[in-house]
T-cell receptor
Framework: EDQVTQSPEALRLQEGESSSLNCSYT??????LFWYRQDPGKGPEFLFT???AGEEKEKERLKATLTKKESFLHITAPKPEDSATYLC?????????FGSGTKLNVKP | DAGVIQSPRHEVTEMGQEVTLRCKPI?????LFWYRQTMMRGLELLIY????????DSGMPEDRFSAKMPNASFSTLKIQPSEPRDSAVYFC?????????????FGAGTRLSVL
């Protein structure tokens, strides 16, 4: 059965404390893996898309990586404004699946 | 670019009433998606359209839910009759073909409360 699992469910960091979020997936015919950021009361905002194992993308303090079974979203020296829920989504041959998200709280 | 526009932003209704949610996708996008988000179930795909044609509606929970896309710039999601368990945030998203295809851009959502 196709599925996407994100961990941890919630993560509390001090400002400047680097960490990683995990997205593991089982899906037939991976066409792409997507990371989104969602702020309270808003729709998900696109961050990255990765298409093949070994691919990496970076944007400011965020770096996304992809293997054949999982993706990581690395957050380097986070700031309070990085606090949000981070969603992972996977596109298989016939469907688009979202994980349940990791709620990140960065304290000053 | 105005982004995906959804209306209304908030809807409060009573059980049994008909609810219609509206979405205007980004101009030039040819795929449109309706999602429902709840604390318990996260973000669930309800239905998606490609070139105004419904492709996959397997996520539509019941016959009480229906969606239409009469043209490339407008879609509706209707719930009739509504029930309290339909309370959720409903998102519309659109995407386009090409090198960046499949990247979905989301609207701000409609928060539905059924009393």
């Amino acid at each position: 059965e196709d599925q996407v699992t994100q961990s941890p469910e919630a993560l509390r960091l001090q400002e400047g404390e680097s960490s990683s979020l995990n997205c593991s997936y089982t899906v037939s015919g991976l066409r792409g893996l997507f990371w989104y950021r969602q702020d309270p009361g808003k729709g998900p905002e696109f961050l990255f898309t990765l298409y093949s194992a070994g691919e990496e993308k970076e944007k400011e303090r965020l770096k996304a990586t992809l293997t054949k079974k999982e993706s990581f979203l690395h957050i380097t020296a986070p700031k309070p404004e990085d606090s949000a829920t981070y969603l992972c989504a996977v596109q298989g041959t016939d469907k688009f699946y979202f994980g349940s998200g990791t709620k990140l709280n960065v304290k000053p | 670019d105005a982004g995906v526009i959804q209306s209304p932003r908030h809807e409060v209704t009573e059980m049994g009433q008909e609810v219609t949610l509206r979405c205007k996708p980004i101009s030039g996008h040819n795929s449109l998606f309706w999602y429902r988000q709840t604390m318990m179930r996260g973000l669930e795909l309800l239905i998606y359209f490609n070139n105004n044609v419904p492709i996959d509606d397997s996520g539509m929970p019941e016959d009480r839910f229906s969606a239409k896309m009469p043209n490339a710039s407008f879609s509706t999601l209707k719930i009739q009759p509504s029930e309290p368990r339909d309370s959720a945030v409903y998102f519309c998203a659109s995407s386009r073909a090409g090198p960046t295809k499949n990247i979905q851009y989301f609207g701000a959502g409609t928060r539905l409360s059924v009393l």
